[in-house]
């Protein structure tokens, strides 16, 4: 389930489907049916001949349940081959041979390296417990046919009860076994053996009988090489799992294994075609449900889109924010690394409208509007929630188709207190660019490039709060000097390359300039408040001409010509600032708008 206040913008997913020539055009209806499917053509590939390639997927399967734990590690997100899936079949499967011909090498050795280590670091443990006496154990890396000559490492008690007494020539304690020197004639092999079997027996090697060096420093010395040739082989290992070639050639057998075992009716003599795109769905499950109601065998899979293709973001929403499509859509999408402020338009429109539009009568007019206009018009569908908004607010302010004495205001009347209702818009429009701003601070560490919105922006935040507080509040103006103090901090710390005093200066004058901007901004939404007044004053206009006449027809006639054309005529200046306030005065703020439509394929229609 998608989160309707998620951040970023969600983007869509490259898809493929594998289906038989004939049903091409009937899978594309039943996915153009769904307004979540864009196709767009893949280089990559073309339509596939399953028969060329089931030889090499026959074999590729065998290595697959022989080699399984191999391959695994070199499984990951493999760049696509070029050209058609079936093009390169054998030359993958050949390459995928000569690599594990490599790594089962490569294991062999790993594993004889592992088996010497062990042995010797056990036999290093028993010099050690024979306190590296030279010349002890050296007549045991010989074997003759006169003697049968053995060292066995056991656990602390080993059960030993029946081995031959006389066998045993010596028997030590290291910290972790119990290590058994026996010399006997070769005819109690078996049976020395057998009462040793909870034991490792010992391989001493040649090279440990050398006069001149201590046998435990030869011992450390083969270890120190062992581990150092292990160290290699693993890094050597890991390149190998790492390998682009293999993971290419890994990659197309293993989607061609994949649509064999998926889709076994299309491995027959047809041709199959593979279509591509994008889709809004969550799973590629559930564009293969799609076509298996509608009858088609075809095969569904998402993938890695090709090299340079950016994923378009779709629109879809949540119920609550459908009727806000018409704004929504004046929006350019933005990319992955900016947020998406449709979540914020179900709240922001009806705030805005029903401020600057703040009557109960005419808000229940555009609530009738709303829900008769909805289905024959969806794209009026905002007059619903912004004439709940009118609504509100007109109890608000105490407003009733003008008539202001037969409501009680909760708050207050804007037409008597003009000043106020414009400092009331004044502070919404400074906490809504605040907030934009603060959008661009989540971008930045999104991008990593917190540190400069600290430095630039968060000093442009200071001096903005600073300077519009003090209209209100005198001791905010300190925050100025504060805010410049930070910018000069900051650039000096971070930003001060080459040109020290030039960059200092130009950035200052950018911080200042935008400040500047961002003032402009916040008394564009003065016009918020004179909206209100501006109706206000019009309703009044309205029912003072009304009551010059006397006749009830001519008055009734008055007010409802006057007031249904304020509705036409505020609704329509309403809709066109509250879209200018939140393009060019909010959004520009932390928004590019460089992302890619989703434009999904239509049904056919079938009157045409």
């Not at 001791?475 to 390359?497: D, E, H, K, Q, V």
Request: a neutral charge; one cysteine or more.
């Amino acid at each position: 389930m998608r989160n309707p206040l998620h951040l970023r913008p969600t983007q869509a997913h490259w898809f493929e489907v594998f289906v038989q020539r004939d049903q091409t055009v009937y899978a594309l209806e039943a996915l153009a049916a769904t307004g979540e499917v864009q196709l767009e053509s893949d280089p990559r590939g073309h339509a596939l001949r399953i028969k060329q390639v089931q030889a090499c997927i026959k074999q590729f399967e065998g290595l697959r349940r022989r080699y399984g734990d191999e391959l695994e590690a070199a499984c990951g997100d493999a760049p696509h081959p070029e050209g058609a899936l079936e093009k390169s079949s054998g030359e993958a499967l050949s390459r995928l041979r000569r690599w594990l011909a490599d790594r089962l090498r490569s294991r062999r050795r790993q594993q004889a390296l592992e088996r010497e280590a062990h042995n010797l670091e056990l036999l290093l443990e028993c010099l050690q417990a024979l306190a590296c006496a030279p010349h002890l154990l050296e007549r045991f890396a010989h074997h003759t046919e006169f003697l049968y000559k053995g060292v066995f490492a056991c656990p602390p008690s080993p059960e030993t009860d029946d081995q031959p007494a006389a066998a045993v020539d010596r028997k030590v304690r290291g910290p972790h076994h119990e290590f058994v020197i026996v010399a006997a004639q070769p005819a109690a092999r078996l049976d020395i053996e057998a009462a040793y079997s909870v034991c490792t027996r010992l391989d001493i090697p040649a090279w440990l009988d050398q006069p001149s060096e201590r046998p435990c420093t030869l011992v450390e010395r083969r270890l120190q090489a062992l581990a150092e040739e292990q160290q290699k082989i693993r890094r050597s290992l890991d390149e190998q799992a790492a390998d682009p070639a293999m993971r290419t050639a890994l990659g197309h057998l293993s989607r061609l294994a994949w649509l064999i075992e998926q889709a076994p009716e299309l491995t027959g003599e047809r041709r199959i075609c593979h279509v591509t795109g994008w889709t809004t769905s969550e799973r590629p499950e559930d564009l293969l449900a799609i076509l298996n109601r509608s009858g088609i065998h075809a095969a569904a899979r998402f993938s890695a889109p090709p090299i340079g293709r950016d994923s378009p973001i779709h629109s879809a929403r949540p119920a609550f924010a459908r009727p806000f499509r018409l704004f929504s859509g004046l929006l350019t999408p933005p990319t992955q690394s900016e947020i998406d402020p449709s979540f914020l338009l179900p709240m922001l429109v009806p705030l805005l409208f029903g401020f600057m539009f703040p009557d109960v009568g005419h808000g229940l007019i555009l609530i009738l509007a709303g829900l008769a206009l909805k289905r024959s018009h969806p794209r009026l569908g905002f007059l619903l929630p912004c004439g709940i908004s009118a609504t509100l607010f007109g109890i608000l302010f105490g407003d009733f188709f003008g008539l202001h004495h037969l409501l009680e205001p909760l708050w207050f009347q804007p037409i008597e207190e003009p000043l106020r209702i414009l400092e009331v818009a004044l502070i919404f429009g400074a906490i809504l660019l605040m907030l934009g701003m603060l959008f661009s601070a989540i971008e930045a560490w999104w991008d990593r490039q917190i540190r400069h919105w600290l430095v630039i922006d968060g000093a442009v935040l200071i001096l903005y709060a600073g300077a519009l507080i003090g209209f209100f509040w005198q001791p905010a103006w300190t925050a100025i000097p504060i805010a410049i103090l930070w910018y000069f901090i900051g650039t000096a710390l971070f930003n001060c390359r080459g040109q020290c005093a030039k960059n200092l200066l130009q950035g200052l004058g950018e911080t200042l300039a935008t400040t500047l901007e961002l003032l402009l901004n916040t008394l564009s939404f003065l016009r918020i408040g004179a909206f209100a007044l501006a109706h206000a004053g019009l309703s009044l206009a309205i029912n003072t001409i009304a009551d010059r006449f006397d006749t009830p027809l001519l008055y009734g006639l008055t007010l409802l010509i006057g007031h249904l054309f304020a509705i036409a005529l505020e609704t329509l200046l309403v809709f066109i600032q509250t879209t200018r306030l939140i393009l060019f005065e909010f959004c520009v703020h932390f928004l590019k708008s460089e992302g890619r439509v989703f434009r999904p394929i239509r049904r056919r229609d079938p009157r045409r």
